[in-house]
């Protein structure tokens, strides 16, 4: 079964770095998405992005956030300067169709878990 | 403001049992709710329910939505160990892409 790939797994930085969280969408997925958990809590909407631009995105994505899909297989999440409060799982997801559309929920990565030190 | 909120948060049960997890909402242009169960990572999707009253079932997992009362059920019959997870609820509303979650019921099935 097709598969949203996520890397790394774990990524651990110092506050005021940059960090790129990298993700690998389902080949012939055209929305593309990023979540975040912080530890028990909610997961969180940040981004989504159809169409080589951003469809819609949170108030928690924020100027220090910025995605981008390269090279047409990769999609990526940047985080300009790290804070502590930017510690959390980031998950990407992708789906064929939109939410509108769809009759089937989008599918996630395994997730990658951001520690900002 | 939209809201989800699900019920019990958590619940502790024994192999074999029958559990009734509860999703409601208060969604203004509300489009669907969707079930994900949560493992160790990554949310899988189980149930995307738009219209009220028509049940949607896999195996031993059903679920319904009831978009009067505003609410929906995830129904697991003849639970297992594997069935252990924090099951989400999330809606979706007219236009959006994005998924509202709600805070999860953390299910434990013990032997």
């Known amino acids: 079964e097709p598969e949203v790939t996520q890397t790394p797994s774990h990524q651990v930085t110092q506050m005021g770095q940059e960090v790129i969280l990298r993700c690998v969408p389902i080949s012939n997925h055209l929305y593309f998405y990023w979540y975040r958990q912080i530890l028990g809590q909610k997961v969180e909407f940040l981004v989504s992005f159809y169409n080589n631009e951003i469809s819609e995105k949170s108030e928690i994505f924020d100027d220090q956030f910025s995605v981008e899909r390269p090279d047409g297989s990769n999609f990526t999440l940047k985080i300009r300067s790290t804070k502590l409060e930017d510690s959390a799982m980031y998950f990407c997801a992708s789906s064929l169709l939109g939410l509108q559309r769809a009759n089937y929920g989008y599918t996630f990565g395994s997730g990658t878990r951001l520690t900002v030190v | 403001e939209d809201k989800v909120v699900q019920s019990p948060l958590s619940l502790v049960v024994h192999e074999g049992d029958t559990v009734t997890l509860n999703c409601s909402y208060e969604v203004t242009n509300f489009r669907s709710l969707l079930w994900y169960k949560q493992e160790k990572k990554a949310p899988t999707f189980l149930f995307m329910l738009t219209s009220s009253g028509i049940e949607k079932k896999s195996g031993r997992l059903s679920s319904i939505l009831d978009k009067k009362e505003l609410f929906s059920i995830l129904n697991i019959t003849a639970t297992q160990t594997g069935d252990s997870a924090v099951y989400l609820c999330?809606?979706?509303?007219?236009?959006?892409?994005?998924?509202?979650f709600g805070q999860g019921t953390r299910l434990t099935i013990n032997p």
């Open positions: 999330a809606f979706v509303i007219q236009g959006a892409q994005k998924l509202v």
